[in-house]
């Protein structure tokens, strides 16, 4: 499989997420060395860690237009070149004003990440892929997760915060020489693919393409219908349950449970590891329902409803156990349900959105799940600023929101009942 051209961008893309989460967990392993170094407390921790958004909201969507116009490949050359400067830079921060300003030109950088990794695959794949391809190249970021634990923990005691930033800003440029000299915009632009590879795509997309069978729309016209509202919603509580585990649980675990900073970094691995296999799952899940039943937006339906749900679940109760071990196991659990459906939001958008608009209507859906972003870690750290230390209030939080999230994708993500014959066209893609 991975002699193909097609899934050697799919590797570089599982690779470059893996760096864009181990740059971006970075800031919440060494957060308690940070908060001692640079004398902050829990609200301006949460202001920190919410900054990142403010950038990386807003080109969420801006880096998708551009993908479409412009490219996917050059998008990405700048992203990464971007964030790898501005995770090295965080060395610099001296006070909370500068921590602020370096976080959201790092957010601006890694702004573009998903809405181009799926206009990439939306590129490159038949749609009979693209679950499956989504999810393995969105598999790198747990996976990133799980080695920035004990990666940046180790860097971090050894040569200081700094030090660690500085470190893991260099992969960053050594990815993006491969990609700058391996990788194409569109299977016909690359120069070592074969003539049977590519047909194999453009064929697999002409017969698999619901949405270039629906009627043309601009931008404008997706950005109002239900079923993007309620993914972007539904992304949402996945991104606020997300960010809460990135930014806040290692803080958790030292403070509540009195872990090291060493033993920290190695339990925060575990979720992340599952999180690595549930997002690798998810996508092939959803692509099996699809073959099984000749309906792709009800196979994203069920495994965003049972996805969200177990999140929900697990999240909810890990805040309230008295003992460390219960309380990464049940986040272990939430992670897990949480990363099945984070292929999802981005296959709904290949079903249901023609292809020239794919990386705009992506990175809409992109900017509003990620406000959670913005919200979320500012609104934790309030509430451990206003209980004086206790959590329990900021699980259950983002166990209720994920509860919406599912009913929102069971509400609202399905055919459209008017449109009979487009909607079983759409069930073919």
Not at 127 to 135: F, M, Q, S, V, Y
Not at 205 to 222: E, K, M, S, T, V
Not at 285 to 293: E, G, N, P
Request: aromatic share 12%.
């Amino acid at each position: 499989m991975f002699k193909s051209v097609r899934w050697m961008i799919v590797g570089l893309l599982f690779i470059a997420g893996m760096i864009n989460y181990l740059d971006r967990s970075a800031l919440s392993i060494a957060a308690p060395l940070i908060q001692q170094d640079l004398g902050l407390d829990h609200a301006q921790m949460g202001i920190i860690f919410s900054s990142f958004f403010a950038g990386y909201a807003l080109f969420n969507f801006i880096g998708g237009w551009l993908a479409d116009r412009i490219g996917p490949k050059k998008v990405f050359t700048g992203a990464m070149g971007m964030w790898s400067l501005f995770c090295g830079l965080t060395a610099a921060a001296t006070g909370f004003v500068s921590m602020i300003v370096l976080r959201v030109l790092f957010g601006v950088g890694e702004g573009p990440l998903s809405s181009t990794m799926s206009k990439t695959v939306s590129n490159w794949f038949p749609r009979r892929e693209a679950a499956t391809a989504i999810g393995i190249v969105n598999s790198g970021t747990p996976l990133g997760g799980a080695i920035a634990g004990p990666i940046v923990g180790y860097l971090a005691l050894a040569f200081g915060w700094r030090w660690a930033f500085l470190i893991i800003m260099l992969l960053g440029f050594i990815w993006l020489a491969f990609w700058v000299n391996l990788s194409a915009d569109r299977p016909s632009q690359h120069p070592a693919i074969s003539d049977e590879e590519r047909r194999l795509i453009e064929d697999g997309q002409r017969q698999g393409d619901a949405a270039a069978q629906l009627p043309a729309h601009g931008l404008g016209y997706y950005l109002r219908q239900p079923i993007v509202l309620a993914t972007a919603f539904a992304f949402f509580t996945y991104n606020y349950v997300l960010f809460f585990f990135l930014t806040w649980f290692p803080s958790y675990l030292t403070e509540v449970h009195k872990l090291s900073i060493k033993d920290m970094s190695l339990a925060t691995v575990i979720p992340w590891v599952l999180g690595f296999l549930g997002l690798a799952l998810g996508g092939f899940v959803s692509d099996r329902i699809f073959r099984l039943t000749g309906k792709a937006l009800l196979s994203r339906k069920v495994v965003l409803i049972a996805g969200l749900g177990l999140a929900a679940v697990g999240v909810a109760l890990a805040g309230g156990v008295a003992d460390v071990t219960s309380a990464v196991a049940l986040m272990s659990v939430s992670i897990f349900g949480l990363y099945l459906t984070g292929s999802i939001y981005w296959a709904v958008v290949q079903d249901a959105v023609h292809g020239e608009n794919v990386g705009g209507v992506g990175g809409f859906i992109h900017l509003l799940a990620n406000l959670a972003g913005i919200i979320g870690p500012t609104v934790t750290g309030f509430i451990v600023q206003a209980t004086g230390g206790v959590y329990t209030s900021a699980f259950v939080l983002a166990g209720g929101l994920a509860v919406l999230g599912a009913l929102a994708a069971l509400i609202w993500i399905r055919e459209p009942a008017a449109q009979p014959v487009t909607a079983r066209a759409m069930g073919q893609g």
